[in-house]
């Protein structure tokens, strides 16, 4: 990027709420029911109709809002935006508008710029400001036989029409590509932590729109943006950022001027294209939706639900770094996920060694999950037994390489690692004179090496040490080995 300009970035996020039913009807919300079956007159529309909001959509958007740090207004209004499209029936969307469920909220969050190889070059901790966090409908889905303009069949599929939705808006904070990445990412995570979203972006239960625009570095005013949309995936999201950004300071330097415009991001040209202009964009005409009355919430309604809320990832993320004195990676990779977070600090805590836990579950652990393609959720070692197999490690009664062996056939099998060491016979060696009559017969077996090694030829002494290991297998203790086998040696 060119240093004399500077990006200024602000993003827009859809997540689904994971309710078992939709936002003002009984139908089901689960992703994935025959087209059109999970519909009634609410949600297709149909005159007369009225909605009822469901509570458990204003519980999981107060959880989202608390985890977002934003400050929830006792009383919200609904609204009607307006606006014509086949997969709404109504003509409208259940919106919230100029009193929105809750507002000024923000993360302190990791953030850090990536190298050539997508390695991130220094983690900083920056605060970025949300704006705020809204609830509405969604609208259902079209889907077209070929492109929009030239499909000769397009379908619509209202099974998702209705399905509450939290929008969050946050300010323009983010200055580069990546820190708008890190920032979805952990918003993610933390809805995820808070158990109101399933984050699923290629099923479209997390959408992200993104505006850009550019200035001279230390300028004041914000350029004009363009607002990208489209965007379901997190290499997407960086991508179609770091694009835009470019052309427009291309266009700028070019003599050109920036048009406040919506674009799409099209992945195989690796370009962003005009969709719409501003001249074509929609006037909603929100007015006050007159079947739902205010929604109201309580303080001590608010109370409540924050009682409820777990640990939050970056709180979570940075107790475990001090606590466990982690690396910010080890940190970051160990608390990705609530559950693997729970695993890690139950591993911890069955084998009381924290730093050879977060060794074990971030090489051996991990490598295991990608290969079988398992969630940490269905992994078959409990952290029980992997935090006892780190503590047979940690006190020596297995080498760090028989510890592998046994991780695997522990992955495998779900079998506790005493019985596999016991079954495959890999307990270490750790008797002393069992150990010292290994070494004598070893010695006795090689006269001609041990008189050499007498002689002064101590670069033999490695030779003896893999006779040991050789003859007992390589289940001798090494510390005890060396110690035993110099003792002989050199009587
Ligand atoms: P609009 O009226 O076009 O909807 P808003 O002011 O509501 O614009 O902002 C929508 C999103 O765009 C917000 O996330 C906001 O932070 C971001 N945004 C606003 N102005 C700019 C700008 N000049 N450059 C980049 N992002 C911006
Ligand atoms: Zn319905
Ligand atoms: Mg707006």
Redesign the pocket.
Known sequence: MDKDFEAVIGLEIHAQLKTRT?IF???SAIFGGEPNS???P???GLPGALPVLNKEVVSMATKAALALNLHINHESIFARKNYFYPDLPKGYQISQYDRPFSERGWVEIPTSERDEQGRAVEWKKKRFHITRLHIEEDAGKSIHDGMPQSATKSYVNLNRS?VPLVEIVSEPDFRSSWEAYDYVQYLRKTLLYAGVCDGNMEEGSLRCDANVSVRLRGAEKFGTKAEIKNLNSFRFLQKALDYEIDRQIKTIKEGGKITQETRLWNDKEGKTYVMRSKEEAHDYRYFPEPDLPPLTVSTQYIEDISQHLPELPEARRERLQHLYELTMEESMLLTQTKEMADYYEQVTEASGNARLAANWVLSELLRELKNAGKEITECPVTARDFGDLVKLIADNTISGKMGKEVFEKMFQTGKSPQLLIEELGLKQITDPAEIESIVKTVVAANPKQFEQYKQGKQALFGFFVGQVMKASQGKVNPQLTNDILKKILDA
Do not use: S
């Open positions: 939709k009807c009984t139908c999970d519909t009634c609410v949600c297709l209705g």
